[in-house]
C-alpha cells in the first residue's frame, strides 16, 4: 500500500477483465485516490462508480483506455475534446504501433499518452473476471513513441509498477515484433490446432496436455481477430518460423531420424524449462 496515490483520480474505459482488474487494482493498491469507470455494458461495478465518457475524460488525471482496438480510434476522438492539458493516458492495447499513430492523430497533446502492455489476462471475460491481483508479478511493456516527456513516462511508469507490474521500455515496433512472438502467434496456433479437433464424444477423452496447450484458444475471437490483423506482417513471420521448427520434426520423423527427432524435441524442452524458470 503506497503512502501517496500516484495519481488522485483514476478513470478506466472499458471494464471487462483487464479494464476492470486495473480499476480493482487501483483502488485496492492504493494507486488513485479515486477510480471511476466507462462501461455502457455495465449497470454496476461494484466499487467502481460508473460515468459516462465526457464526465470521465474532463474529471480523470489518468485516462486508462482498455477498450478493443477496433474502438480505440473513436474512443480517443470522442475523450480528446474534454481532457486538460495536464490529463495522462494509457492503455492496453495488445498491438502497440496503430495505438500510437491514433494517439498522434487525434489526442490534443499526445506526449501525455504512455502505451502499455501488462502481459497477463485469462480465458474468462468481463467485469465479473476482474481481478485486483491479476497484474501482480506480470511484465508490464510500456511503448514509447519517443515524443513523450520524461516526467510522464515515469509517473505512468510508477502506476503500473503499483498494480504490481515489473515493467520494462521499448519502442511500439518493438513491442509488436516480441508480442507476435510471445502472444499472438501462440494464439493463432491454439485457435488452429483446435479447430481440427473431432467435434464428437471422442474430445471428451483429452487429458490434462491437450487442455493447457489449447487454453488460450477459448479467447475471444471477435478481439483476437483484430489483433491478429492489426499485426498481421509480424505474426505471419513468426507463423513461418514456427512451420519451419515443425517441418524439421515432421523430416525427422518421416526418416525415421531417432537422434534427429529428440534434438529437436531437447531444443523445445530447454526453451520450455527456460521460460518456467523465468530466465
Not at 487494482?25 to 449497470?43: S, T, W
Not at 489476462?121 to 508479478?137: K, N
Request: proline share 6%; charged share 25%; glycine share 8%.
Amino acid at each position: 500500500q503506497l503512502t501517496r496515490p500516484v495519481f488522485e483520480r483514476v478513470a478506466v474505459i472499458g471494464l471487462g477483465l483487464m479494464g476492470g482488474s486495473a480499476a480493482l487494482a487501483a483502488l485496492e493498491r492504493g494507486a488513485a485516490r479515486q477510480v471511476r469507470g466507462v462501461d455502457p455494458a455495465l449497470a454496476d461495478a461494484g466499487a467502481i462508480p460508473l460515468v459516462t465518457l465526457p464526465e470521465a475524460a474532463a474529471w480523470a488525471d489518468l485516462l486508462v483506455l482498455a477498450v478493443p482496438l477496433e474502438v480505440m480510434g473513436e474512443t480517443l476522438r470522442a475523450a480528446a475534446r474534454h481532457l486538460r492539458p495536464t490529463t495522462l493516458l494509457t492503455d492496453l492495447a495488445s498491438v502497440k504501433g496503430p495505438v500510437a499513430e491514433l494517439a498522434r492523430r487525434h489526442l490534443p497533446w499526445p506526449e501525455n499518452c504512455v502505451g502499455a502492455h501488462p502481459m497477463a489476462g485469462g480465458d474468462r471475460t468481463g467485469f465479473a473476471a476482474a481481478d485486483a491481483s491479476l497484474f501482480a508479478g506480470a511484465p508490464c511493456i510500456l511503448a514509447l513513441s519517443g515524443g513523450e516527456t520524461p516526467e510522464v513516462v515515469d509517473r505512468i511508469e510508477e502506476f503500473w509498477q503499483c498494480l504490481g507490474s515489473t515493467t520494462v521500455r521499448m519502442s511500439p515496433e518493438e513491442h509488436d515484433t516480441i508480442a507476435a512472438t510471445l502472444s499472438h502467434a501462440p494464439h493463432l496456433i491454439a485457435f488452429a490446432y483446435a479447430a481440427g479437433l473431432p467435434r464428437d464424444h471422442r474430445l471428451g477423452l483429452a487429458g490434462p496436455g491437450l487442455r493447457d496447450f489449447i487454453r488460450i484458444a477459448r479467447a475471444n475471437p471477435k478481439l483476437w481477430c483484430e489483433i491478429l490483423l492489426m499485426n498481421r506482417r509480424r505474426v505471419a513471420e513468426e507463423a513461418a518460423r514456427f512451420s519451419k521448427n515443425l517441418g524439421r520434426l515432421l523430416d525427422a520423423l518421416s526418416r525415421g531420424d531417432r537422434e534427429g527427432l529428440e534434438e529437436a524435441l531437447r531444443d523445445g524442452q530447454v526453451i520450455s524449462e527456460r521460460l518456467e524458470r523465468n530466465e
